[in-house]
């Protein structure tokens, strides 16, 4: 009886962790994958706006109408900012302060995405775009700090691998109960 009993939990016990972790990866996968589009639709839609925003005078120099832009960029560390590269000329968000944007270069209609360091050591979700303006090369850099958001995801994890440990040695318990409650002589 013993040896069927520890061959079944130990089947059930390998099965139920492989299980159990090819669903956490999922899920770990999944959640990041979406949280990171939604926030990659926002910056697109910003960085659309900024577009909008720049204009070339008759002297063919550039300027950045911010009307349009959300205030939440003049907040010096927001956490949300941009640069933007017209010609020779270059617009920071008032929320960068003295700080900068890594350059992050696109082609037109390709839009790159990366992770950097940003200020204050914030973890910063980056969106680099061109877009070519009135045959001018026009370049934008939006940026939102994830940090937060990681933190949240991290912790989510962490509650559903706890769960899933709870889950694992009820259901081991359970099982060593029905073999030898149902295997007795």
């Known amino acids: 009886m013993r040896s069927i009993q520890t061959r079944l939990a130990a089947g059930l016990l390998l099965s139920l962790i492989l299980l159990l972790f090819v669903q956490w990866l999922v899920i770990a996968s999944s959640i990041r994958q979406l949280s990171e589009q939604y926030i990659v639709a926002r910056m697109i839609h910003a960085s659309d706006l900024l577009v909008a925003g720049v204009s070339p005078d008759e002297k063919n120099q550039f300027s950045l109408n ?79 700090d994830i940090s937060s958001i990681e933190k949240d995801i991290d912790q989510l994890l962490f509650q559903h691998a706890v769960i899933s440990l709870i889950v694992l040695a009820v259901l081991i318990s359970l099982q060593v109960y029905l073999v030898r409650r149902n295997l007795r002589p």
């Open 66 to 144: 911010t009307s349009r832009i959300d205030p939440i960029y003049s907040q010096p560390f927001s956490g949300y900012y941009y640069t933007v590269s017209a010609g020779k000329e270059i617009f920071r968000s008032r929320s960068l302060w003295d700080e900068s944007l890594p350059v992050v270069r696109a082609e037109p209609g390709v839009p790159n995405v990366t992770r950097v360091k940003g200020p204050q050591n914030q973890l910063l979700l980056v969106l680099g775009s061109a877009y070519q303006k009135q045959q001018q090369m026009i370049q934008v850099a939006v940026a939102e």
